[in-house]
């Protein structure tokens, strides 16, 4: 069975610039999470979508957005990139949103 | 503020050995608590969870131990193999609410020969 997949693996992106990222659950589940991992931090939850809603969202700006899919892919959506936006994007999904998370092996996105 | 800590950035262990992660957290409201072990590269891998309604787990090798009035958790690997060397973090949630996780900062674990 295919694990979460995610897309693209790295990314070089410039300040002010606008990005997406894709994640495709593992089959059958229909909850999708983001969190951000910056260098020295550990993972900090930004969004729970879950059958097509937003259910929960970490303390990000709004400028962090993003959307699920009817087949529960999701995207992750960042808007006028900062330089301390250069982090590893994880994606996770799980059955519900109170089952064990499963994670992809993230997008490294870099800022310059 | 961080309410789950791995105060500990590193460990070392030989080969055959016990190894042992700790994790402190401050929100008593959490109950439910997971282990992840992340290679580079890749993304965490689960390994091993807890309820609040127990204080020990055991899958294996793998057991977390969960002292609620200290707010502490442990994870103990018996015996250690060179291929456990990863970093591993400890998560938390709320009751019912395994939708956002609060993780630590991780304790990046090298097993030697």
């Known amino acids: 069975e295919a694990g979460v997949t995610q897309s693209p693996t790295h990314l070089i992106k410039t300040r002010g610039q606008q990005v997406t990222l894709r994640c495709s659950p593992i089959s059958g589940h229909t909850s999708v999470y983001w969190y951000q991992q910056a260098l020295g931090l550990g993972l900090q939850f930004l969004l729970w979508y879950d059958e097509g809603e937003e259910r929960n969202r970490g303390n990000f700006p709004p400028r962090f957005s993003g959307r699920q899919f009817p087949n529960y892919s999701s995207e992750l959506n960042v808007n006028a990139l900062e330089l301390e936006d250069s982090a590893l994007y994880l994606c996770a999904s799980s059955l519900g949103g109170t089952d064990t998370q499963y994670f992809g092996p993230g997008t490294r996105l870099t800022v310059l | 503020d961080q309410q789950v800590k791995q105060n500990s950035p590193s460990l070392s262990v030989q080969e055959g050995r016990i190894s042992i992660l700790n994790c402190d957290y401050t929100?008593?409201?959490?109950?439910?608590f997971l282990w992840y072990k992340k290679y580079p590269a890749e993304g965490p891998t689960f390994l091993i969870s807890?309820?609040?309604?127990?204080d020990k787990n055991e899958d294996g090798r793998f057991t977390v131990f969960l002292n609620k009035s200290a707010k502490h958790l442990s994870l103990h690997i018996v015996p250690s193999q060179p291929g456990d060397s990863a970093v591993y973090f400890c998560a938390a949630s709320r009751a019912g609410t395994a939708s956002k996780l609060t993780f630590g900062t991780g304790t990046r674990l090298q097993v030697m020969l």
């Open positions: 807890i309820s609040s309604i127990k």
């Open positions: 929100n008593s409201m959490f109950d439910y």
